[in-house]
């Protein structure tokens, strides 16, 4: 069992960086691959990054690449997603995820936090 907890959003103006933080519970982290999806209002969970278990590898949505980057430190249970140039698109609710392995498929994680939420105004 994992429990992960964000925290990192906010209002921001567009070209803003934000950094969100991803904390999670017990000792067995470093044997998930995390990522995070975001949900905009009326709209479908999207992905948007993913990190192996290592961190060796990492994957990203089109619309993110170039702009955002995920992260991980084992030793701190915690998962971070570096969000730099925001647009106003990129307004959502922001979830990190814990799975097996580091894919872009939402059925593929198995714990889910409750989200924190970007805003970002033009």
């Known amino acids: 069992q994992v429990h992960l907890v964000e925290s990192g959003g906010g209002l921001v103006q567009a070209g803003d960086s934000l950094r969100l933080s991803c904390a999670a519970s017990?000792?067995?982290?470093?044997?998930?691959?995390m990522g995070w999806f975001r949900q905009a209002p009326g709209k479908e969970r999207e992905f948007v990054a993913a990190i192996r278990r290592s961190g060796s590898s990492t994957v990203y949505g089109d619309s993110v690449k170039g702009r955002f980057t995920i992260s991980r430190d084992n030793a701190k249970n915690t998962v971070y997603l570096q969000m730099n140039s925001l647009k106003p698109e990129d307004t959502a609710v922001y979830y990190c995820?814990?799975?097996?392995?580091?894919?872009?498929?939402?059925?593929?994680?198995?714990?889910w936090g409750q989200g924190t939420q970007v805003t970002v105004s033009s």
């Open positions: 995820a814990a799975g097996g392995i580091a894919t872009m498929a939402v059925s593929t994680y198995d714990y």
């Open positions: 017990g000792r067995t982290f470093s044997r998930y691959a």
